[in-house]
């Protein structure tokens, strides 16, 4: 069952009618099925078992979406102090996290170690030494898989590649040997694995096989050389359908997984992002007016690039779809699609075949459950857009749309300021 369909005439979140939660919570906002989300969670348990599948939280945060991945026995991916700490509040059991990202600061190392995370993938020769001295310091062992960067070109975007050598990710895996020798010899470590992540967005199995069997390869090696090598942590990537791609096969990817390094003897984990949550959410917005130009037909709606950038930053295509079914034989004309903001790039589509819209219109943009909510931002004074969580007939907001008031509160006017009033 698709997450959003039409039923009699009306866009619909399995029975809820997406036009009720606009009603209900206003436009924009974030929609998402949790029905979906579990049913994606569920293929890959299928598909997978046993490996672990750690969600890679930075898709979409949203504490009642982990709460649910959570429910279902996921653990996370996180890339940050502050989604570590959102994934423990979600209830994910530091057991159960892995923390991966190229920049981590020595205090979110700290947090990371003391909590008795499952492992920290690292990303460089300066970060495993870092590793080492603070667990020394803390008293505790740092469980610790080398990020390798397999030189794969992924085949996906250039802006979400990231396994090639020339990306700022991992260690060259032609490296990670010496970097095993010299951290047996660090105090404060146990290097127990290797990960692995090329990029977003994959359709294709081949990268993948030219990275796990680099991965493979790099571990024979390594125990050659008397490195414990008992975990692999795969990455994510796997790909979904925007406009007219082929989601990456998940059976075509465990068989690949069992060819490749399943004779290995590692725990596997896995860190699918986008999958889990992408296809499980829309971005409701409406239409504000529809302007014809000599050269165009702007259709204007109240959501922007601040609330989903993903157009903006890497030319995705969303599909659009009105919330009321076209009726049969309605004429599809090309139309701009933009927001609010005042920048040209605040374009969710160009010349988009799309049937009549007036003011007033709602409309979905689908696929907007990974990197949307995540990626917001407040510019041009917009409060970031409630999130909304459908499961089966009842909808519930998991993230409420700040108030103006809200949005000032950090804000301070230093005294010097304050004293010389606002009164000119
Ligand atoms: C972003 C990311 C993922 C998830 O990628 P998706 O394409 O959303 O599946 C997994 N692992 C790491 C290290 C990442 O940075």
Redesign the pocket.
């Known amino acids: 069952m698709r997450p959003f369909d039409y039923i009699d005439g009306s866009l619909a979140a399995g029975p809820v009618r997406l036009a009720d939660i606009a009603a209900a919570v206003g436009t924009p906002a974030y929609v998402y099925s949790a029905d979906a989300v579990e049913a994606a969670y569920r293929e890959f348990e299928t598909a997978l078992a046993p490996a672990r599948i750690c969600y ?1 939280m ?2 979409n945060g949203n504490l009642a979406v982990l709460r649910l991945l959570a429910g279902l026995g996921a653990g996370a ?1 996180v ?1 940050s102090e502050g989604e570590f700490r959102r994934a423990l509040a979600a209830g994910i059991a530091p057991e159960r996290i892995v923390f ?1 990202g190229v920049g981590k600061t020595e205090a979110e190392m700290e947090a990371a170690l003391a909590s008795g995370i499952l492992q920290i ?1 690292a990303e460089s020769a300066p970060e495993v030494r870092s590793l080492s001295r603070i667990a020394a310091r803390i008293g505790r062992t740092a469980s610790v898989a080398l990020r390798i960067n397999p030189d794969v070109d992924a085949g996906t975007l250039d802006q979400i590649s ?1 396994g090639r050598k020339t990306d700022k990710f991992g260690v060259a895996w032609t490296e990670a040997p010496a970097l095993f020798r010299e951290a047996a010899g660090l105090p404060g470590l146990s290097m127990e694995g290797i990960a692995v ?1 090329i990029g ?2 994959l359709g294709d199995l081949d990268p993948y096989r030219r990275a796990f069997r680099r991965v493979a390869e790099l571990v024979r090696t390594l125990r050659a050389e008397g490195a414990r090598i008992r975990r692999l942590d795969l ?4 790909g979904i359908r925007y406009r007219d791609e082929t989601p990456l096969p998940l059976a075509g990817y465990a068989a690949l997984v069992r060819e490749e390094v399943a004779g290995l003897g590692c725990e596997l984990v896995v ?5 889990l949550v992408g296809p499980a959410g829309v971005l409701l917005a409406r239409v504000v007016a529809v302007k014809e130009t000599p050269a165009r037909r702007f259709v204007i709606v109240d959501a922007g690039m601040n609330d989903l950038v993903r157009p903006m930053i890497y030319g995705a295509w969303h599909d659009i779809l009105p919330l009321d079914a076209p009726p049969a034989g309605a004429h599809y004309r090309p139309a701009d699609v933009v927001g609010p903001v005042c920048e040209t790039t605040d374009k969710f589509a160009e010349q988009r075949p799309l049937p009549p819209l007036a003011a007033g219109d709602l409309v979905a943009f689908c696929e907007a459950g ?1 990197y949307g909510a995540v990626m917001a931002s407040t510019y041009n004074g917009r409060p970031l857009v409630p999130e909304v969580l459908v499961r089966g007939g009842r909808f519930d907001v998991v993230r409420a749309r700040p108030t103006f008031e809200e949005s000032l509160a950090l804000e301070r006017v230093p005294d010097w300021l304050a004293a010389s009033g606002g009164d000119g």
């Open positions: 890679a930075k898709a991916d890339v991966s993938n990231t992540h977003s967005q990455g994510g990537g796997f860190e699918p992002g986008r999958r990974a």
